[in-house]
């Protein structure tokens, strides 16, 4: 919780599948305040209409289920139903046996009973942070695209040859005469561009042709 | 000599016990038979000796006193009264005749007497005699006694002669001259009578003479018995002494020998004793070791069920205190939630408490018998199991038919029925079968017994192993798995403690289902408590 953004799953709904009445109206309880909708089921039953009527983002299962076993229910949806649904198993028994068969199902977490909740919900904020940031990317991508369509496409063409050629340590070594060989760009529009970068800061220039850029920067924007 | 006889005695101790004995005997009944003989014969040789001086003797003498009186009486008197004219010739005839007939008779059986043959001494007596020869007159007096009888035999004729010619003269009335004759009769009648009383005194001497010679041999023989008497009386002692000793040495070394081996065996006992006592505390440190380690093998599979009975509600828990930090994380920590969360967690932890509750009581030996319902105790330990039980998905039936309250530790029944669960549940789970899994458990009274029937369709026990089920130390599971013990321990527990009887058998048996099982059977009966009884009595 300390530095994981645990807003980001205000948005996620999630099927938690558990036997016992009484730890499973406490864990509603708690995780209630962190997704937008929790699902709580005893049964495999239960949770597959569950599955099938509602969005599902997270299945939080026991393994050990009255008459029943989560790992079953969890294989059932994944390989006869091909339903591709991030799951985390809950247990009390710390057998091997069923850890191999949570591997082998691409479990994303094995959360030993107890539970702590900051665990739980570490891990469903990482199981949940790529789909977010998913999101984000192709809003970016949508973002620059229009930008692109409503400005000068030379100055877009440039910034984008400028990150793509960063080193690891956000260098940028070019001449303008190199710039120039891969964009049909004017001198003075590359050099003005590149006095721009420099005032705000975002591309200082180092050295000779060596250039750094400052992602920080960005941000006082 | 005395080299000798020590070398006897040696010998003698070496010979074996019953040769000594055995020539005890036979000195003993040779000495008795050679004394009685002995005695016999001197008997009958002195009576014949005695006899022998009798006719020989005593006899011939009354023969000679005979032919005296003959003489003196008949003779001389007839002769005399002619003489004087008191008789007739012609009356004296006869007499005269007469007493002439009767000397002549007597001298001759006297004579017959005195040389018969018969009349020798017995062989004993002659024996002795001559083994101790006597210097005696006996030849001299021989010879005199021939020159008398032969004195006698003249004088006899003379008498004869001179009274042929008194009678003759007599005959022809020559009365002087007859008187004449008789004078001189009357003298040899005088001198025969003289050579006869000689001849008597003779005679008695030679009595006199015998009797001490038979009276000699007498002593002799007394001499020779009491020699012999005394010899084997002496001999017998001895001997007996030295068989007594004999006896004393022998009993001595038996007693030694016996002495060294009750020493042996007392040395023997003790260790054996030390042995035992050492055995018997191993032993009981083995029971106490088993106890310890059937507690601790049923204290883990108590463990196994506290964890398991614990771990739902410590889940519940952990959630409810964590819930109270995210709820202030979010501002939603009302009184409220508050509330709720509390009393949730007071309940969960009064169901924790009592679960350790439930097995501490398991685990505290019961102190005293307490009455309680056999069902009750069943119902506890199913509890007990049911973690397991429902596990391995094995479905378990109670059926009660009657309430029966017995009198005991419950505990220990409680351990018990809870080890042959935990039996049928190993035998359950090794079965390979896809069978169902069942336990069967019937409660009932048989006669004055509360009967509890468990039987389960694990398979039934193997026949070689059943015998051996009962014994401590024999587990058919994995070292791991199981000590050995917990059927040995039950079986200590309702024979000893509770005064019943624990039996096991294979059965075929439905279980209430269609099919047909290889079950083994367990029964315990347990006396039912003497009120229960006579209340079932009256009943």
Redo the contacts between chains.
């Keep these: 919780m300390k530095n994981k953004d645990l807003n980001i799953l205000q948005s996620f709904n999630i099927l938690y599948l558990e036997d016992d009445k009484n730890l499973r109206l406490h864990t509603k309880d708690v995780l209630e305040d962190f997704v937008n909708n929790i699902y709580t089921v005893g049964t495999s039953t239960e949770a597959f209409n569950v599955l099938i009527n509602n969005k599902v983002d997270v299945i939080i299962s026991d393994i050990l289920l009255e008459n029943e076993n989560g790992i079953d229910f969890l294989r059932y949806i994944k390989e006869d139903k091909n339903i591709q649904i991030p799951a985390i198993l809950t247990t009390a028994h710390t057998d091997t046996k069923y850890l191999l068969d949570a591997i082998k199902l691409k479990v994303e977490n094995y959360i030993v009973k107890p539970i702590n909740i900051k665990e739980l919900l570490n891990t469903l904020h990482d199981i949940l942070l790529p789909v977010i940031q998913q999101k984000e990317i192709a809003k970016n991508n949508n973002v620059i695209k229009t930008i692109s369509v409503v400005t000068d496409s030379k100055q877009v063409e440039v910034v984008n040859f400028i990150f793509n050629n960063l080193n690891d340590d956000n260098m940028l070594v070019a001449s303008y005469s190199e710039i120039m060989e891969e964009i049909n760009i004017s001198k003075p529009t590359l050099i003005k561009l590149f006095k721009e970068l420099a005032e705000k800061k975002i591309l200082v220039k180092v050295q000779h042709k060596t250039y750094r850029f400052d992602d920080k920067s960005l941000n006082s924007i | 000599m005395i080299f000798n006889i020590n070398k006897f005695l040696k010998y003698f101790d070496a010979i074996a016990f019953s040769y000594k004995t055995n020539f005890l005997i036979f000195i003993i009944t040779a000495g008795m038979i050679s004394i009685t003989i002995l005695s016999q014969v001197s008997i009958f040789s002195l009576k014949h000796d005695f006899d022998v001086l009798f006719e020989k003797r005593t006899k011939p003498l009354i023969e000679l006193e005979k032919l005296k009186d003959t003489y003196k009486v008949n003779i001389y008197d007839t002769y005399y009264d002619i003489q004087q004219g008191d008789i007739t010739y012609k009356n004296s005839k006869e007499v005269i005749t007469l007493a002439t007939q009767l000397i002549n008779q007597s001298w001759t059986t006297y004579k017959r007497k005195t040389e018969n043959k018969n009349y020798q001494p017995s062989y004993i007596t002659t024996f002795i005699t001559n083994l101790f020869p006597e210097t005696s007159l006996f030849k001299v007096e021989k010879i005199l006694e021939r020159n008398i009888i032969r004195n006698i035999d003249k004088k006899i004729l003379i008498i004869s002669n001179t009274m042929s010619t008194i009678n003759t003269l007599l005959e022809k009335d020559r009365y002087a001259q007859a008187f004449e004759h008789i004078e001189r009769l009357n003298f040899e009648v005088k001198s025969i009578n003289i050579y006869l009383t000689s001849l008597s005194n003779y005679d008695l001497k030679l009595a006199v003479n015998e009797k001490r010679k038979t009276e000699k041999v007498f002593n002799i023989i007394i001499i020779i018995s009491v020699i012999s008497i005394i010899f084997v009386f002496l001999f017998s002692i001895i001997l007996s002494v030295l068989i007594i000793n004999n006896f004393k040495k022998l009993h001595n070394s038996l007693e030694q020998k016996v002495a060294l081996k009750t020493n042996e065996l007392l040395k023997l006992n003790d260790s054996l004793e030390q042995r035992i006592k050492k055995e018997v505390k191993n032993s009981r440190k083995k029971d106490m070791i088993m106890f310890q380690q059937s507690k601790l093998a049923s204290m883990g599979e108590m463990l196994q069920n506290i964890a ?1 009975q614990w ?10 205190i ?2 109270f ?3 202030m ?2 501002g ?1 920590l009302t009184d409220d ?1 508050v509330d709720r ?1 509390v009393n ?1 967690s007071l309940l ?1 932890a009064d169901s924790m408490s009592s679960t350790l509750d439930d097995f501490r009581d398991f685990f505290n030996p019961d102190k005293v018998k307490t009455k309680f319902l056999v069902q009750n105790c069943l119902e506890h330990s199913l509890e007990l199991s049911k973690y397991l039980l429902e596990k391995e998905k094995i479905t378990f039936s109670l059926k009660v038919k009657e309430d029966i309250q017995i009198s005991g530790f419950y505990n220990e029944l409680s351990h018990v029925l809870l080890n042959i669960i935990n039996n049928s549940q190993d035998a359950l789970l090794a079965k390979e079968t896809n069978e169902d899994k069942l336990i069967y458990i019937v409660i009932k009274k048989v006669n004055d017994m509360a009967q509890i029937v468990m039987i389960d369709n694990g398979g039934g026990i193997p026949q070689d192993v059943m015998p051996k089920v009962f014994e401590p130390y024999y587990t058919t599971k994995y070292k791991s798995a199981g000590t050995g013990i917990g059927l040995y321990m039950s079986k200590q527990i309702i024979e000893k403690h509770m005064q019943g009887t624990i039996t096991c058998k294979n059965i075929k048996h439905k279980l209430g289902t269609n099919n047909l099982y290889d079950c083994t059977k367990f029964i315990i009966s347990i006396p039912l408590e003497q009120e229960e009884q006579d209340k079932h009595n009256e009943e």
């Design positions: 398991h771990r739902q509600p410590l889940g519940s828990l952990t959630m409810i964590q819930s930090q995210t709820k994380m979010h939603k939630f969360k949730d969960l």
